[in-house]
């Protein structure tokens, strides 16, 4: 069983099954039903297509702040890296500021989504005081607010969350500012990695 | 033997009895079930950072029902043996920054990406397989060989980070890294037959000689 989890891991159809054990139609079936019994498959249907992706990971369950992104998220992404969570499910709040903390361009991009949803204000407060990310989250919300109609965040987070004078202008990510977003970081004192036509995938 | 929905149980349970947030790194068996090489292991191996964090880890497990038991037993009489905590047939191997003789480095931190969090407080990062690969030549039971010979036949190994890290290890003090790995490989490449590259058994006898003169 685990040569042909390891022969078979990652995206297959039976067609892709067929010729990488270079079996007929009928044992890739069973192949897939003997990984699906032990956990390893979990199964998508395109048009009338199925298409299977099997993995390790499968077998974990838990979930990922990637799943939640997934979830709500207009632009999908990859998984680059697996970092699973068991016996809880990880809150909007959490996912956006692991998305913040990730530094991944697309990452924070396709995690804007989440400010439609969140309403936790002070958990996200807690938790963006607490990695460092009031003033992100602040901007990135003012830029979600551009695109998408969003739940209104609270006063105390913004006021909180504002900079002070002496405050000096930070990255989301190294190096980028916006040119289409000014105004945004200029109130926020962060420099926005986005620009208008990052934003198409929204529209 | 613990399996994988078990050792998914344990760590859950585990985590909602530590009192403060904590990270470690599965190492051997328990990190082989999470990268996918085995369906069971015999013990779960865990590396801490720090001491406090071991302390915290084994008053959690204390207050499940485990018990102390003597390392000596299945370790035999060698340096920076775990603290091993038992539960009928289930065991925690508990080190603090060395595995035997080896030392968890900050690369060896660096390379393990995999994360597993179990509720809040248990954060489990999993070992980079050449990682593996390398702490298994510091036990050297035949269920080590048996797990390296698994991970060798199943990924491409980048046999530069092994090398680069027994160059490490020595740098850390572990003077006879080279030599023990440069041993164990051997070994696999001529008992089990594993497509070991001559060239990476000569480049650590080669540190070797150098460490000599």
Redesign the interface.
Known sequence: ??DL??KL?GIQTIESIKDILKVNKSMAVYYVYSLRKKGYVKTKRQGNKRIYNI???N????ESYYDIINQYSPIKLSIP????????KPSLEETLIYAIKTKSLRTILASLVLFKRINDWAELYRLAKENHVERQVGALYDLARKIMKVRRMNKKFRNNSLPKKEYKYQYIIQDLKSKDFSEIEKTWKIYLPFNEKDLEEYK | MISIDRQQQLLLNVARKLKKKITVYAVGGTAMMFLGYKDSTLDIDLVFENEKDRNLFKEAIKSIGYQEMDAIKVYGIKRNTPEMFKLDDERFDLFVVEVIDFIFSDNMRKRAEQIHQFEDSLVVKIADPHDIILMKCATDRIKDKDDARKIINSIKIDWDIIINEAKNQIELGKTKAAFELGEFLEDLKVNMKLEIPQKVVNKLFDIVKKQIK
């Not at chain 1, 077998?59 to 838990?62: H, I, P, Q, Y």
């Not at chain 1, 890296?81 to 809880?88: A, D, N, R, S």
């Open positions: 069983m685990k989890l390891q891991s993995s390790i990971n077998k974990l369950k838990g890296i697996i970092y699973k969570i068991y016996g809880k």
